[in-house]
């Protein structure tokens, strides 16, 4: 076996960490080759010219005064104390171990310092403080950027309502007055621009209930979910009446929340239990589960139901499953729901089965600050 033969002058000086010796008052009395060059100074420049407190900033100075000397005194030893070496022609930062070494009584004690080199962590330090300070201007930005479209959908969907009325308002008009022959190619170029008109009409009214689901903006009081559950009913009252649905609700507690937005949450659900319905009388529960520091909601009901492998895209912006003309829809309801959802802290998703119906189910953040 080869064994290496290491020479301890060597390793004292070319280790890779600077290593420095100092008598009780300060002055430099040895150093190794590493911590010269990293220093670039001569060993004459340094020892025995400098004391430690030389190679360091005022505020080091003092810190090195006031911590580090006494620390050196009474417990003999200091670890992992970060100072800045200044040196004529170059500085850097050192995390720095030192050691008192007990001498014979005659002699005053001497300290040993070694000295490791942190520039290169402090660079990615800075570096990440500035990674996060743009992730942080990005962020602001995204968020401005994202109100100033929030500002855009809500203008153009509420500037759009008025000309649309108009053309709705002349359109009627001219069936009235007989301008429209029945049976013939006007009848269906007629019925197509009614057809697309409330197409564009729901999707202004969708998109501008949307707009308004506004974070920012948000009041959380104390509501009553019974209350929310019942606004949500009444206003869907046509609806239900025609399919002739049968709702079953919980007596449900108050919660913290905001109750227009709450309200519409329950709307959008529940029409849309209508509004997929299957052959039979919708039947829908309401029921909930009262956690700790949140309310579980399920809305189920009995209708066409889900495949589950768009069980997640269907909260997505604009996404539906069916075409306009087979069951009519702009697919915003359900995105409006998740956003709802998150303004109260919670999370949404659905259980279902192509033809076995459907659970919503939702949890709301009950210790939303008022
Ligand atoms: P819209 O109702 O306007 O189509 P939504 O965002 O409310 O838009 O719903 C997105 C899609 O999710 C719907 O097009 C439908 O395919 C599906 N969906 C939502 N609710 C139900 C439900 N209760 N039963 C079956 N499918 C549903």
């Known amino acids: 076996m080869i064994y290496f033969n290491e020479d301890a002058e060597d390793l004292y000086q070319n280790a890779p960490f600077g290593y420095l010796t100092i008598c009780s008052n300060g002055t430099i009395i040895n150093a190794n080759k590493t911590l010269l060059s990293w220093l670039k100074m001569k060993r004459e420049e340094l020892v025995e010219e400098k004391t430690f407190m030389d190679l360091l900033s005022i505020g080091d100075k003092i810190f090195y005064e006031t911590h580090v000397v006494p620390m050196l005194q009474m417990q003999w030893e200091i670890s992992e104390i970060n100072l800045t070496i200044i040196g004529p022609h170059f500085s850097f930062p050192a995390l ?38 743009n992730a942080d201007n990005a962020f602001l930005k995204l968020q401005e950027v994202n109100q100033k479209l929030e500002q855009f959908a809500y203008l153009a969907s509420h500037d759009l309502q008025a000309p649309l009325n108009t053309i709705i308002g002349m359109l009627s008009l001219l069936e009235r007055k007989g301008h429209i022959s029945k049976d013939t190619e006007e009848t269906q170029y007629y019925s197509l621009i009614k057809n697309n008109i409330s197409k564009m009409k729901l999707l202004i009214s969708d998109l501008l209930e949307f707009s308004r689901i506004d974070s920012s903006n948000v009041q959380f009081t104390t509501v009553s979910l019974n209350i929310i559950c019942k606004d949500a009913i009444q206003s869907l009252n046509n609806a239900i009446q025609e399919c002739d649905a049968k709702i079953y609700v919980e007596n449900m507690p108050d919660i913290i929340g905001e109750r227009m937005l709450l309200t519409r949450l329950f709307q959008n659900l529940i029409s849309n239990a209508l509004k997929f319905r299957s052959k039979e009388t919708p039947i829908i529960h309401i029921q909930y589960e009262q956690k700790e520091n949140s309310i579980t909601i399920k809305i189920s009901d009995n209708g066409i139901g889900i495949d589950p492998k768009h ?14 003309d087979s069951i009519p829809g702009t697919g915003i309801g359900l995105a409006a729901c998740k956003n709802i959802v998150e303004i109260h802290g919670g999370t949404i998703n659905v259980e279902s089965e192509k033809g076995k119906g459907s659970t919503f189910i939702f949890t709301l953040n009950s210790n939303i600050q008022k």
């Not at 001498?103 to 990440?128: M, P, V």
């Open 96 to 133: 720095i171990n030192g050691k008192k070494v007990p001498t014979d009584k005659q002699t005053d004690a001497y300290y040993r310092f070694s000295l490791l080199n942190i520039s290169q962590r402090k660079q990615f330090e800075i570096e990440l403080i500035q990674a996060r300070k």
């Open 311 to 324: 069980s997640k895209e269907i909260f997505g912006f604009m996404k539906r499953l069916h075409s306009y």
